[in-house]
Nanobody, 120 residues
Framework: VQLQASGGGLVQPGGSQRLSCAAS????????MGWHRQRPGKQRELVAT???????EYLDSVKGRFTIARDVEANIVYLQMNDLKPDDTAVYYC???????????????WGQGTLVTVSS
């Protein structure tokens, strides 16, 4: 499974950015698609996730500002980020969790990471 992420870059405080991530390859079924981020000097954290058949989940600090969406047929996940703050500066990683039919385990796949810098 390969993940190709796009988006990111420099944005001013209060601005918006949209990230996208397309999954391709041998995919049996997707358990969830989501976004994590790693801010400077911090551990990686879950930003938003869109599990199959379950409710969307968000990090508290991004609720009301970020929206995750999935194109289920195309295996693409988006992260719309509005009202960005300097504290949102981070490398954002897409994550796809795929169901493994052999033992019903889960395999994790990660995108290459895309830098979002929020600064004036």
């Amino acid at each position: 499974v390969q993940l190709q992420a796009s988006g990111g870059g420099l944005v001013q405080p209060g601005g918006s950015q949209r990230l996208s991530c397309a999954a391709s390859g041998s995919i049996f079924s997707i358990n969830s698609m989501g976004w994590h981020r790693q801010r400077p000097g911090k551990q990686r954290e879950l930003v938003a996730t869109a599990p199959s058949g379950r409710s969307l989940e968000y990090l508290d600090s991004v609720k009301g500002r970020f929206t995750i969406a999935r194109d289920v047929e195309a295996n693409i996940v988006y992260l719309q980020m509005n009202d960005l703050k300097p504290d949102d500066t981070a490398v954002y990683y897409c994550n796809v969790r795929c169901n493994r039919p052999s033992d019903w385990g889960i395999d994790d796949y990660w995108g290459q990471g895309t830098l979002v810098t929020v600064s004036s």
